[in-house]
């Protein structure tokens, strides 16, 4: 009897909109590589004219700066480096190299872990929420609305919206592993077959590496006769 890992019975090639994985990681990469290129613009526009993300103390109740120069060097750091992981994994999964894909795997894998810390802190510590409603500015849009709202109705709600994003992510972190796993597989050189029949085992070579030794050999010397 085949043994098989419990987590090969989630490997797929095709993910949704019935596309191959490898088309998906492409499609997330440049979604990915977008979304983090109008941040940097936009921390980059920040950057040079501050003036334009300071609110005054009548509009927020107090004198309350969006962010500081190293706080916005930083900011346009992380997002230099998640257009480089970003480009790795659309370059890894077009060029078929799996070990590009990595850096944008293990981004998931964090960014996964921390809405599952917050939706542990939000069930653990459910006052938190009305804590931090509290804390925004007066006009923020509908801030009497979610305060009126029952305190444990919108912890149910905020915990249905974190568990649909981490589904959401979850699908799309096994898109990009079983992406990693078809083009780990596919390149290969090491994979053998096995033919098993009754009394035997026989052990066959990659099927490039048959065809390469067959088309190598020489042809036989010309019949000489005597």
Not at 1 to 28: D, E, Q
Not at 48 to 55: N, T
Not at 85 to 99: D, H, L, P, W
Not at 115 to 128: I, R
């Amino acid at each position: 009897m085949k043994m098989v890992a419990p987590w090969t019975r989630f490997y797929s090639n095709s993910c949704c909109l019935c596309c191959h994985v490898r088309t998906g990681t492409i499609l997330l990469g440049v979604w990915n590589l977008i979304i983090n290129a109008v941040v940097l613009l936009i921390l980059l526009s920040a950057l040079a004219d501050p003036d334009q993300y300071h609110f005054s103390s009548s509009e927020l109740g107090g004198d309350f700066e969006f962010m500081d120069d190293a706080n916005m060097c930083i900011a346009i750091a992380i997002s230099l480096l998640m257009i480089l992981i970003c480009a790795m994994a659309t370059y890894g999964a077009y060029k078929q190299r799996a070990a590009w894909i990595i850096p944008f795997f293990c981004y998931q894998i964090f960014d996964f872990a921390l809405n599952t810390l917050v939706a542990v802190t939000v069930l653990v510590y459910p006052n938190s929420i009305q804590e931090y409603i509290r804390q925004l500015p007066p006009n923020f849009p509908y801030k009497d609305d979610i305060m009126s709202v029952n305190p444990t109705c919108l912890v149910l709600i905020i915990l249905l919206f974190i568990s649909i994003i981490l589904t959401f992510k979850g699908y799309l972190i096994s898109c990009v592993w079983n992406c990693y796993r078809y083009i780990n597989g596919r390149n290969s050189s090491d994979v053998l077959v096995y033919v098993t029949s009754n009394d035997a085992t026989v052990l066959l070579p990659p099927y490039d590496d048959a065809t390469v030794t067959g088309t190598a050999k020489e042809p036989p010397p010309p019949y000489v006769s005597a």
